[in-house]
């Protein structure tokens, strides 16, 4: 069975930076892409940073130029960089693994930019 635990979020000012982690339970090329999510309150999930298995990168419009996804093999770990963080970027971020049609999902871990 697989399995996905994120670390890494807490309570960081306006214009802080903060590291998530995403250790996978299995070889993470064996996914054909891993990335990130976050659920804000009354806003719709949205994606933030995806990571194939070719190592193409995709970011959401508002974290552009701000955030960084990357993947570490040997750890089986996907992290995500992320500076500049403002109070839009408070929400539960959410780690997944596709293979072919099947997503798998951490439990998620909270950020919260304070103003």
């Known amino acids: 069975q697989v399995h996905l635990a994120e670390l890494g979020g807490g309570l960081v000012q306006a214009g802080g930076s903060l590291r998530l982690s995403c250790a996978a339970s299995?070889?993470?090329?064996?996914?054909?892409?891993m990335g990130w999510y976050r659920q804000a309150p009354g806003k719709e999930r949205e994606l933030v940073a995806s990571?194939?298995?070719?190592?193409?990168?995709k970011y959401g419009e508002s974290v552009k130029g701000r955030f960084t996804i990357s993947r570490d093999g040997a750890k089986k770990t996907v992290y995500l960089q992320m500076n500049s963080l403002n109070p839009d970027d408070t929400g539960v971020y959410l780690c997944?693994?596709?293979?072919?049609?099947?997503?798998?999902w951490g439990k998620g871990t909270l950020v919260n930019v304070s103003s």
């Open positions: 299995i070889n993470i090329f064996e996914f054909n892409d």
């Open positions: 997944y693994g596709r293979i072919l049609s099947r997503h798998t």
């Open positions: 990571i194939n298995v070719g190592g193409v990168t």
